[in-house]
Every structure is written in structure tokens, then in C-alpha cells.
């Protein structure tokens, strides 16, 4: 399963930065998905759950935002979302397109508890 590598891959890093700042608890986890990122939400989620059993994201949220995808004509260099997949330019119907942004993950976010209250 895709996703297990991802989730693994996120708490390498989850892990590092909760080491870096000295964190006793990972509490919140948000992660920016484009709609042709290949991952299937609900996958993710239960392969980050399953994950963080046993480790200081235990009670970590995880939260996904949906990225759209956008993309830029080569023909005409409108710049539009894909609402469905369709990928040609609804300005001129070229099917030349660089797309723009909506193939990634990205971990936006990592939300940490300290044990110094002044760093909370
Ligand atoms: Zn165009």
C-alpha cells in the first residue's frame, strides 16, 4: 500500500521535528494533498493512525487539506483549475497544459507540545 510508505516517510519526519524542539507530544498534523497526488484520503488516514500507536503522535489529529489542481496553457498561458478530468484548456481547448500544482503531498504543518510552558 502507497500510503504506508507516505505515513512512514511522515513520521520520520514528525519524529525529527518533535526531537528538534523538544517536544513531549505531537498534537496535530496537517498535510496539503493534491487531487492527482495518487493518495487515497482515507487510506492515509488509517495507515496514520495505525502508525502512531506507541509513539509521541499517539494523539495527534491528523488534518488534510484538499489542493486543487491547476494548471497553465502552453498554447494560450491561461491559468485555470481542473474541475474534472478533462485536461484541456477551457480558453482555447488546447491539450498542452503544464500543470501547475495538485500532484503532491506536502506536510504544511506540525503542531507540538513542549514541557517549557513559556514555549507553549
Ligand atoms: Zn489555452
Known sequence: MHELSIVAGLFETLLEQAATHGARKVTAVTLRMGKLSGV???????????????????????WV??????????????????????????????????????TDMVLERIELETDDPAAG
Not at 43 to 54: C, Q, R
Not at 71 to 81: L, N, S, V
Open 65 to 102: 487539506v484538499d489542493v486543487p489542481v491547476r494548471i497553465r496553457c502552453r498554447a494560450c498561458g491561461k491559468e485555470a483549475e481542473i474541475q474534472s478530468y478533462v485536461f484541456l484548456c477551457d480558453a482555447c481547448a488546447s491539450p498542452d497544459l503544464e500543470i501547475l500544482q495538485g
Open 40 to 62: 487515497v484520503p482515507e487510506l492515509l488516514e488509517s495507515a496514520f493512525d495505525m502508525y502512531k500507536k506507541g509513539t509521541i503522535a499517539e494523539e495527534a489529529k491528523l
